[in-house]
Protein backbone atom coordinates (compact mmCIF):
# COMPACT_ATOMS: atom_id res chain seq x y z
CA UNK A 1 0.00 0.00 0.00
CA UNK A 2 1.26 3.61 -0.78
CA UNK A 3 -0.05 6.63 0.56
CA UNK A 4 0.58 9.85 -1.43
CA UNK A 5 0.31 13.74 0.14
CA UNK A 6 -0.28 16.50 -2.46
CA UNK A 7 0.94 20.08 -1.82
CA UNK A 8 2.20 23.25 -3.20
CA UNK A 9 -1.08 24.57 -4.83
CA UNK A 10 -3.02 27.56 -5.08
CA UNK A 11 -4.03 30.43 -6.81
CA UNK A 12 -1.32 32.20 -9.08
CA UNK A 13 -1.88 34.55 -11.77
CA UNK A 14 -1.24 33.95 -15.48
CA UNK A 15 2.27 33.64 -16.65
CA UNK A 16 3.53 32.49 -13.21
CA UNK A 17 4.76 29.66 -11.63
CA UNK A 18 4.13 27.02 -8.79
CA UNK A 19 5.80 23.61 -7.73
CA UNK A 20 3.43 21.05 -6.78
CA UNK A 21 5.27 18.69 -4.58
CA UNK A 22 4.05 14.64 -3.49
CA UNK A 23 4.91 12.65 -0.79
CA UNK A 24 4.86 8.56 -0.26
CA UNK A 25 5.08 6.58 1.85
CA UNK A 26 6.47 2.99 1.46
CA UNK A 27 10.33 1.37 0.57
CA UNK A 28 9.68 0.73 -2.39
CA UNK A 29 8.80 4.49 -4.25
CA UNK A 30 12.17 4.47 -6.69
CA UNK A 31 10.35 1.24 -8.45
CA UNK A 32 6.96 2.96 -8.99
CA UNK A 33 6.38 5.30 -11.93
CA UNK A 34 4.77 8.34 -10.51
CA UNK A 35 2.46 10.81 -12.53
CA UNK A 36 0.49 13.66 -12.32
CA UNK A 37 -3.23 14.05 -13.77
CA UNK A 38 -5.34 16.91 -13.19
CA UNK A 39 -9.35 17.65 -13.67
CA UNK A 40 -10.88 20.72 -14.46
CA UNK A 41 -14.65 21.31 -13.42
CA UNK A 42 -16.87 20.13 -15.83
CA UNK A 43 -14.09 17.46 -17.80
CA UNK A 44 -12.62 14.53 -17.32
CA UNK A 45 -9.29 13.59 -15.34
CA UNK A 46 -6.34 13.90 -17.65
CA UNK A 47 -3.02 12.95 -17.97
CA UNK A 48 0.01 15.50 -17.01
CA UNK A 49 2.94 14.16 -16.92
CA UNK A 50 4.89 10.54 -15.90
CA UNK A 51 7.95 9.72 -14.70
CA UNK A 52 9.48 6.04 -14.14
CA UNK A 53 11.50 4.89 -11.30
CA UNK A 54 15.07 5.97 -11.77
CA UNK A 55 13.83 9.77 -13.08
CA UNK A 56 15.73 8.57 -16.78
CA UNK A 57 12.33 8.88 -18.75
CA UNK A 58 9.91 11.30 -18.88
CA UNK A 59 6.55 12.32 -20.68
CA UNK A 60 4.04 14.91 -21.30
CA UNK A 61 0.87 15.94 -22.18
CA UNK A 62 1.22 18.49 -25.50
CA UNK A 63 -0.79 21.24 -23.59
CA UNK A 64 1.94 21.21 -20.86
CA UNK A 65 5.15 20.24 -22.88
CA UNK A 66 7.77 22.32 -22.40
CA UNK A 67 5.88 24.89 -19.47
CA UNK A 68 5.67 22.29 -17.01
CA UNK A 69 8.92 19.82 -15.48
CA UNK A 70 8.54 16.08 -13.70
CA UNK A 71 11.12 15.55 -11.10
CA UNK A 72 11.57 12.98 -8.11
CA UNK A 73 13.58 12.98 -5.30
CA UNK A 74 13.92 9.05 -4.72
CA UNK A 75 16.30 9.51 -1.25
CA UNK A 76 13.01 11.98 -0.23
CA UNK A 77 10.51 9.71 -1.87
CA UNK A 78 8.74 12.69 -3.16
CA UNK A 79 8.16 13.20 -7.05
CA UNK A 80 7.21 17.11 -8.19
CA UNK A 81 5.71 19.03 -10.65
CA UNK A 82 7.33 22.19 -11.89
CA UNK A 83 4.64 24.48 -13.59
CA UNK A 84 5.59 28.05 -15.77
CA UNK A 85 4.11 29.98 -17.73
CA UNK A 86 0.69 29.11 -16.32
CA UNK A 87 -2.51 29.64 -17.82
CA UNK A 88 -5.95 29.93 -16.74
CA UNK A 89 -6.82 26.56 -18.62
CA UNK A 90 -4.33 25.04 -16.35
CA UNK A 91 -6.71 25.38 -13.50
CA UNK A 92 -7.79 22.14 -12.39
CA UNK A 93 -7.15 19.81 -8.82
CA UNK A 94 -3.85 17.95 -9.41
CA UNK A 95 -3.61 14.57 -8.59
CA UNK A 96 -0.31 12.31 -7.91
CA UNK A 97 -0.27 8.60 -8.59
CA UNK A 98 1.65 6.06 -8.49
CA UNK A 99 2.25 3.10 -10.85
CA UNK A 100 3.92 -0.60 -9.55
CA UNK A 101 5.37 -2.71 -11.64
CA UNK A 102 3.56 -6.41 -11.83
CA UNK A 103 0.18 -6.87 -13.19
CA UNK A 104 -1.37 -3.75 -12.81
CA UNK A 105 0.97 -1.78 -14.64
CA UNK A 106 -0.64 1.44 -16.19
CA UNK A 107 -3.25 1.47 -14.36
CA UNK A 108 -1.74 3.83 -11.70
CA UNK A 109 -3.29 1.70 -8.53
CA UNK A 110 -2.76 4.77 -5.85
CA UNK A 111 -4.10 8.34 -5.40
CA UNK A 112 -3.24 11.46 -3.09
CA UNK A 113 -5.97 13.32 -2.39
CA UNK A 114 -5.66 16.18 -5.02
CA UNK A 115 -4.33 19.76 -4.32
CA UNK A 116 -6.28 22.92 -6.20
CA UNK A 117 -4.76 24.96 -8.68
CA UNK A 118 -6.31 28.27 -9.81
CA UNK A 119 -4.68 30.46 -12.28
CA UNK A 120 -6.08 33.81 -13.23
CA UNK A 121 -6.14 35.63 -16.03
Known amino acids: QVQLVESGGGLVQAGGSLRLSCAAS????????MGWFRQAPGKEREFVAA????????NYADSVKGRFTISRDNAKNTVYLQMNSLKPEDTAVYYC??????????????WGQGTQVAVSS
Open 26 to 33: GRTFSLYR
Open 97 to 110: AADPPGPRRGEYAY
Open 51 to 58: IIGNGGST
